[in-house]
């Protein structure tokens, strides 16, 4: 692998992130070669349309979401990231099988994700984020 790809790549998980924070949906579904993301909950959002249905998902509940890249490295086909994920409580969220109205209450969770490439190519094939599920409910207080 070139030092270019490596870098190209490394941009891409860049522009992808700050995309996501400006809602910015196009922008995000063009760094993928094909939309996919594979969650800690075991949950899989495959191609466009069901990657667009998480975004509104996952908004929802936190329209201001955001993330600050801690560390970023690439590792052959994929580029490894630490971050916080930051957001403001102001929709309904689901917590324990109830559904919490939003409560105004800002968070900041440590957060890690894996965006894994196709090779010889700067598209993502497949974000995967590492969380645990009760840290933002969590830090809202709501458990």
Known sequence: MTQDLAARRLQTVRDHMALEVTHDWDGVIATFDHPRYEMATGAVFDGEAAVRRYFDLSRTPFPDQGNEIIAIAHDGDSVL?????????TGPLRVAGKTVEGTGKAFKVRMAASFEFAPNSDRIVCERPYFDGTAVPRALGLI
Do not use: P, Q
């Open 81 to 89: 990231v630490e971050f916080w994920l930051t957001g403001t409580h």
